[in-house]
């Protein structure tokens, strides 16, 4: 059995963070979200409705003043050094781009000060970004349109896009070739080639590349049936899209949009359900209730 998200974090903790992190009670570990390690400050739990920190013996305050710990740039130091496998100079790209991503697709963002060549020095702090495997919450939607819908999955901020995506491509990829764009390893956590998050047997998992150029690269080499991508944003993942739909491959992709008239806002949007690209837009409730369903809207003629 695999290790929680919350352990994974755990071990590149220093000892005594580790140990607050790992004292706190199962309750407060259920909907965790991130923790954040402030330099010079505090030791953060964010959860969807409120922010704490905890002190040496995992108990939980709203305020810094009311804790005893506070984390020392000797711990952030060390958590850097083994976020980088105690090789800073081989981890130039992600303290370039200030994040790293670990096991369970766990992303690690970084603050702090950039030198002159763009590389983050001394770091301000560091923010684990709580990853959680939910398998079978995607059934649900699965469930109520018909099998091999193309979907697009909106919400806003922490509402589980990614996670529900995870699920889709896991239940899609057990029955058809599927095709993951994973631009930061956030979706299938692989490590030394081998996706720690379960996307599918017959799902083929595409790392590092932009969403358009692991889009163009699947549909030349790979024949999916379906294409699974998070968060497109951009003009460059619209007309990738539009060239493998006009292929024949159909698409599951998230984008971040509460509601319809926020989705129809978005102009490269607007254009891929016009060309019918995506069969049904699912709407996630929020941060309040991560992965769970508000509404499932048909966009196109489904299958």
Do not use: W
Not at 67 to 86: F, G, N, R
Not at 248 to 255: I, K, L
Not at 292 to 301: F, Q
């Amino acid at each position: 059995m695999g290790r929680t998200s919350l352990e994974v974090i755990a071990d590149y903790l220093p000892e005594r963070l580790r140990n607050a992190v790992l004292r706190t009670s199962p309750a407060n570990r259920s909907k965790l979200s991130e923790v954040r390690l402030y330099n010079g400050r505090g030791l953060a739990l964010v959860y969807p409705s409120r922010i704490c920190f905890t002190d040496t013996h995992g108990r939980l305050c709203s305020k810094l003043a009311d804790v005893d710990l506070m984390v020392t740039s000797a711990e952030i130091s060390e958590t850097v050094s083994k976020l980088c496998h105690y090789s800073v100079h081989s981890c130039q790209r992600e303290l370039r781009q200030g994040f790293f991503v670990i096991e369970n697709g766990i992303r690690v963002g970084v603050s702090g000060v950039y030198s002159e060549s763009g590389v983050i020095g001394d770091v301000t702090s560091l923010n684990f970004r709580v990853a959680r495997e939910v398998k079978g919450c995607a059934e649900r939607i699965v469930g109520r349109v018909p099998f091999g819908s193309s979907l697009l999955i909106c919400g806003g901020v922490n509402s589980g896009k990614t996670t529900v995506l995870r699920d889709v491509c896991r239940i899609y990829g057990e029955l058809f070739k599927c095709s993951l764009i994973d631009e930061r390893n956030e979706l299938s956590g692989t490590v030394d080639g081998v996706p720690t998050c379960d996307t599918g047997t017959l799902t083929d998992v595409i790392v590092g590349l932009d969403r358009a150029g692991g889009i163009a690269s699947a549909i030349r080499t790979l024949s999916p049936y379906m294409v699974f991508c998070d968060e497109i944003s951009e003009n460059s993942d619209s007309q990738a899209i539009l060239s493998g739909f006009g292929s024949g491959v159909r698409f599951t992709a998230t984008v971040h949009a509460e509601s319809f008239e926020d989705l129809s806002r978005r102009k490269f949007i607007s254009e891929l359900v016009s060309a019918g690209v995506f069969d049904y837009a699912v709407f996630l409730t929020g941060s309040d209730s991560p992965s769970s369903v508000r509404e499932i809207r048909r966009l196109a003629k489904s299958a």
